[in-house]
């Protein structure tokens, strides 16, 4: 059965960090590309970023290029979210999320969800 | 950006009813077109891929369709377990974009 477990989130200031982390089970971690894709309170979904299953290619929305960085760790199986500078329009539930094979795109499991809060 | 338009944004009706969720794409995406589910308070789910693709132990009530780069979502015979929020999402280039959403409401 497919896991993923997020933490991390947590009410923060604006302008500063915050690391999200993904304990993937359950498939083979390092055989898929990963993503995140949040959700703000009440509304619809937003694609973040994403990361290719060797760390070969990574990709972000313009909304958060420069501020948040993806990476991963296949010897751990867990994908992370390093978020710098961040601002109150950064408040939302954030997913990690398995993508689909040969479907970067595709998120064909879902995390829980951790809620990252920005706010003064 | 390819911009996902969804229609409608909200829809009430009963169960047993026959619905149909529309997304229309900005440009063509093929077929990198993806329907999910989210129950309140709940993780979106994975519904259909390939814009016609059933996925595992989702039932055959649900399916979709492709016309160029207009999409559909249809449900037949509604039951108490479908009222939630549809969205649309093309995975056919960066940003990964989703239409604004659709909320299925009993009525």
């Known amino acids: 059965e497919v896991q993923l477990l997020e933490s991390g989130g947590n009410w923060v200031q604006p302008g500063g960090s915050l690391r999200l982390s993904c304990a993937a089970s359950g498939f083979a971690f390092n055989g898929y590309a990963m993503t995140w894709i949040r959700q703000a309170p009440g509304k619809g979904l937003e694609w973040v970023s994403s990361?290719?299953?060797?760390?070969?290619?990574?990709y972000y929305a313009d909304s958060v290029r420069g501020r948040f960085t993806i990476s991963r760790d296949n010897s751990k199986n867990t994908l992370y979210l390093h978020m710098n500078s961040l601002r109150a329009e950064d408040t939302a539930t954030y997913y990690c999320v398995k993508s689909g094979w040969h479907d970067t795109g595709m998120a064909d499991y879902w995390g829980q969800g951790t809620l990252v809060t920005v706010f003064s | 950006d390819i911009q996902m338009t969804q229609s409608p944004s909200s829809l009430s009706a009963s169960v047993g009813d026959r619905v149909i969720v529309t997304c229309r794409a900005s440009?063509?995406?093929?077929?990198?077109l993806n329907w999910y589910q989210q129950r309140p308070g709940k993780a979106p789910k994975l519904l259909i891929s390939a814009a016609t693709s059933l996925q595992n132990g989702v039932p055959s009530r649900f399916s979709g369709g492709a016309s160029g780069t207009d999409f559909t979502l249809t449900i037949t015979s509604l039951q108490p377990e479908d009222f939630a929020t549809y969205y649309c999402?093309?995975?056919?280039?960066?940003?990964?974009?989703f239409g604004q959403g659709t909320k299925l409401e009993i009525k």
């Open positions: 440009q063509s995406v093929r077929t990198n």
């Open positions: 990361i290719g299953d060797t760390s070969s290619f990574t």
């Open positions: 999402q093309q995975s056919f280039s960066t940003p990964y974009t």
